[in-house]
């Protein structure tokens, strides 16, 4: 007599994660999903933070699919993109006016320099990228020699 009630409760726990589960696919939007076919190498000129940018979505995208947290991985893909902002703070170095190597940052008001700036852009980036992959459940971009393509 007890089966009865507990394979009731068991059912109904099953149903209740099926539910779940059709809802959670609900949730995915391939629309925000990056496409990797495109060439954002026509506007890096223009903006110099663009090889990090790109660097931090590809590596996002490709990592996106990781158990870690958000946060784990997005660290990661700034790791990886450590030579693109590398190159883009070199360049700043001879760029910073004499007397602005220490600032107030317009997003927090704490002071601050260019490299920091660059690096809270980097990890900003990383993560938003990492969501955005998850949320949209949007595949890597293709892949050359183990890197995301295009890098």
Request: proline residues 8%; glycine residues 8%; charged residues 15%.
């Amino acid at each position: 007599m007890i089966r009865k009630p507990v394979m009731a409760a068991l059912a109904i726990a099953a149903l209740g994660l099926a539910a779940c589960e059709d809802r959670h696919e609900a949730m995915a939007n391939p629309k925000i999903c990056a496409d990797f076919k495109t060439n954002p190498g026509a506007s890096a000129a223009a903006d110099p933070s663009t090889p990090v940018e790109e660097c931090a979505r590809r590596w996002a995208y490709s990592l996106a699919g990781s158990k870690d947290s958000a946060e784990v991985v997005a660290d990661a893909v700034v790791a990886a993109c450590a030579s693109a902002l590398g190159k883009w703070n070199q360049a700043s170095l001879g760029q910073t006016a004499p007397g602005a190597e220490q600032a107030l940052s317009l997003t927090t008001g704490q002071p601050t320099n260019p490299l920091a700036e660059h690096n809270a852009f980097a990890q900003g980036r990383a993560l938003l990228y990492v969501v955005e992959a998850r949320a949209g459940r949007c595949k890597p971009p293709p892949v050359s020699n183990g890197v995301p393509a295009g890098l």
